[in-house]
């Protein structure tokens, strides 16, 4: 009888210029696939489903890109550039087998440009994200995330925040806070993730679309893209767009779902995603992270 890894390995992948990318891992016999969280989230966001990918027996990577949450920040006087984040989804993908990618918002728009660049992936399930996107929607994420300068001065603040921004969801817990804010030298809780991205990488991302739509063209590789029923970036017009670009792409609408998907409806995203990938047909034996 086959067992599979259902606990998460926490690694580091070094980078050429020195940065190190923090990710988990779940090592499996079965099909590869490797998560790309959005702007400013981690990949803490992707546990539900990778967890539950893994007990099945697909081989799960989470990775955290620069910038983002346990991954290092560029030193003072660093530039971030999206080339960066390119190369490190390659190179992530590079260490596991044939990966498909799930990638959301940033992670999917990564993930079509490193495919047009190098084939890397077997193929990609985009969340909520395409090469043309409703621009009132990423400056509403992009305000809320600049909203808070100075950081909070307490977890209460920060939910309180939180909850005012997302009011469909549930309250963060201290544990779920903990997770996404580090706390400074001041007693001050800040976003884990790098200020400096906003103007360089956030907010650059329109001058982008062209090449991200002539590499959308050039996919060959099975595509689904889940779309949230109540986002404000991916509408009718955006899927429609969309599927001219990859005719053979298959749509999923999440009908409750933001563009927040997985943490919304994670069920329900859950279940396209196994329903779309190659089934795990493998048997080896994963014993203590080691294959056998």
């Known amino acids: 009888m086959a067992h599979t890894a259902t606990t998460a390995r926490a690694r580091h ?48 990577r989470a990775l955290d890109a620069r910038g983002h949450g346990d991954s290092d920040w560029l030193p003072e006087g660093g530039q971030y550039a999206m080339q960066q984040f390119i190369e490190d989804l390659e190179a992530s993908a590079a260490e596991l087998r044939s990966p498909w990618l799930v990638g959301a918002s940033m992670g999917g728009l990564l993930g079509i440009a490193a495919q047009s660049r190098t084939r890397c992936f077997a193929g990609l399930i985009l969340v909520d994200i395409a090469p043309r996107w409703d621009a009132r929607g990423v400056a509403r994420i992009l305000d809320f995330m600049e909203a808070f300068p100075d950081g909070f001065a307490s977890l209460n603040h ?10 469909h969801r549930e309250r963060k817990t201290e544990q779920a806070l903990r997770a996404v804010l580090r706390q400074d030298s001041s007693g001050r809780w800040r976003w884990h993730w790098d200020p400096r991205m906003l103007n360089a990488i956030g907010r650059a991302g329109e001058q982008h679309q062209h090449a991200l739509i002539e590499a959308a063209r050039q996919i060959e590789v099975p595509v689904l893209l889940i779309s949230g029923g109540r986002s404000d970036l991916i509408g ?22 933001t563009h927040m998907v997985a943490g919304d409806q994670n069920d329900a995203f859950t279940d396209a995603i196994v329903e779309f990938l190659p089934p795990v047909t493998a048997t080896v034996t994963v014993s203590n992270g080691a294959l056998s």
């Open 13 to 60: 992948l070094p980078r050429p210029d020195g940065v190190r990318l923090a990710f988990d891992h779940w090592p499996n016999p079965g099909p590869g696939v490797l998560f790309a969280h959005g702007f400013g989230q981690t990949r803490g966001a992707w546990c539900a489903t990778a967890t539950r990918l893994a007990a099945i027996g697909y081989d799960v």
């Open 158 to 167: 920060a939910a309180d925040a939180i909850a005012g921004y997302l009011p």
């Open 236 to 257: 009718e017009a955006e899927v429609a767009h969309f599927l001219e670009l990859v005719p053979h792409a298959q749509h999923r609408r999440i009908e409750q779902a």
